[in-house]
């Protein structure tokens, strides 16, 4: 009787699958995690829920990098380098599940991990590689290093690139580089913004009490909420179709403050607009000052999330979006505007908390490309500004190649404008992150890192 052949057949791509492959792609690409993300849970018909179980296994690998690689060196006798990318960031995942997401059992978090190598197409022997260190781990579970302190050096574990945390040591001291780090490795707290046009924050949060969401006011941001501990989807709090809120960090909230006092009627361009967090707050004050805003976003899907904010938030609204570039179109021949802001594109080192793949995706020679494009661009905005007008520069670094210095060398070369106190226009609680004249918060579990500028054209 002839041998019938035996077939094996791979299981489907989840959330283990997802997350693995993503963090090979931000290896490869230096791309960010986000869209990476999304593109492979379409590829892999992943569910919303498998999507979130990804992207928390990717974020937190991110957030907990150096410690995971120490754990897999001390369970396995193979350099890391020369793994397989898909095994090492597969005992990445498997590990991250084991020590820090409790709700997932011992067996689920090995057995799915397996399966996700299984799905790629690895060899046996490597899936039995796999499946004995992360069986391992479970059996040395107590004697294995803790998160907390490398056992070689008796440090913290930073789990940050050494380049950017010497830069930390040498401007903010041991101490604070430290703490800085270790409130990057925590989960950030969401934040929303409420938008004033469609209810109010009092009346938000007696909604929120009646689905059960513990909320808080926030602590600098007239209009902020925050919500410690929620881990559900966005579109799932209550408002959300409504456009009673949007997501956004205190310090973002703050940065459009900056440009008033707001002239009655006047023009205000969002000069970077992205997906529009900032342009909200401006068309938040168009009925009641008549202030006419313009938002330029040059980049197709930034563009898109920016109209459907707007429409989500203010149906109706008047509103004028550019998908375009703010050099094409200060060169199709732009008005002056009362003000202008420049939320420049720049490293992002202040929310590597909330954005963790940008600290592996950065590098310390990334600064100077960044200076160059934020020059261009404030010198392109400052074309735009009225008489008395205002420009405001922000990033959300802390990089002073990125704030400090684009700010000095603007002022060598352009003299018509001179820098101004911010603290007038800021809530008083926001005043302690102003120095130098600058608004400069260093990133905690309050409040994200970031960087404004106010600017006078005289």
């Known amino acids: 009787m002839p041998r019938i052949p035996k077939t094996t057949r791979r299981p489907p791509k989840t959330a283990r699958y997802g997350a693995i492959e993503t963090l090979c792609r931000i290896q490869r690409s230096r791309a960010p995690v986000k869209p990476l993300l999304e593109g492979i849970g379409a590829e892999c018909r992943l569910t919303a829920a498998d999507r979130s179980l990804a992207m928390n296994m990717v974020y937190g690998v991110l ?57 790629a197409g690895l060899p046996e022997r490597l899936q039995g590689f796999v499946n004995g260190i992360l069986r391992e781990s479970i059996r040395q579970r107590a004697t294995l290093p803790g998160p907390d302190t490398d056992p070689d050096s008796g440090r ?19 101490a604070e580089m430290r703490r800085i780090c270790a409130g990057n490795s925590a989960e950030p707290l969401l934040v929303l913004k409420i938008n004033t046009a469609a209810t109010t924050r009092e009346q938000y ?21 925050a919500l410690p501990g929620y ?31 707001f002239r009655p009627r ?49 149906p109706g609204n008047g509103c004028t979006t550019r998908q375009c570039s703010l050099q094409d179109f200060a060169a199709a021949g732009a008005e002056s505007f009362d003000g202008v802001l420049v939320d420049a594109p720049c490293s992002g080192t202040g929310v590597t908390g909330r954005h963790p793949d940008i600290r592996w995706n950065r590098a310390e020679a990334d600064l100077g490309r ?22 405001v520069y922000a990033t959300c670094s802390l990089e002073p190649e990125e704030n400090e210095e684009v700010i ?20 008083p ?30």
């Open 370 to 391: 960044y200076q160059a494009v934020q020059l261009e661009i404030l010198t392109q905005a400052a074309a735009l500004v009225a008489a008395g007008g205002v420009l």
């Open 231 to 261: 881990q559900g989807a966005i579109p799932l709090l209550p408002g959300y179709g409504e456009g009673h809120f949007l997501v956004q960090d205190e310090a973002t909230q703050l940065a459009p403050l900056l440009l008033g006092p």
């Open 266 to 314: 006047g023009r205000y361009l969002d000069a970077c607009a992205g997906i529009g967090g900032k342009t909200c707050t401006l068309v938040e004050m168009e009925p009641e000052l008549g202030l006419r805003t313009t938002a330029l976003e040059p980049e197709a899907h930034r563009y898109r999330r920016l109209g459907e904010n707007l429409a989500r938030l203010y």
């Open 63 to 119: 957030r907990r990098r150096q410690y995971l690689e120490c754990l897999i060196g001390h369970l396995c006798r193979h350099p890391l380098h020369k793994l397989d990318p898909f095994v090492l960031h597969g005992l990445e995942v498997g590990l991250f599940q084991l020590l820090f997401l409790d709700r997932i059992p011992e067996s689920a978090a090995v057995n799915e991990t397996i399966n996700a190598l299984k799905a």
């Open 205 to 225: 949060r007696m909604r929120l009490a009646e689905a059960g969401i513990a909320c808080r006011d926030g602590l600098f941001a007239p209009q902020a909420l």
């Open 156 to 174: 913290p574990w930073l789990n940050h690139p050494p380049w950017l945390t010497e830069r930390w040591r040498k401007r903010f001291g041991e």
């Open 408 to 427: 000095h060398l603007f002022l060598d070369r352009h003299v018509d404008f001179r820098l101004t106190a911010p603290e007038p226009l800021l809530p």
């Open 429 to 458: 609680a926001a005043g302690r992150f102003v120095g130098d004249r600058f608004f400069c918060p260093r990133p905690d579990a309050t409040i994200d890192g970031f960087f404004a500028a106010r600017l006078i054209r005289r």
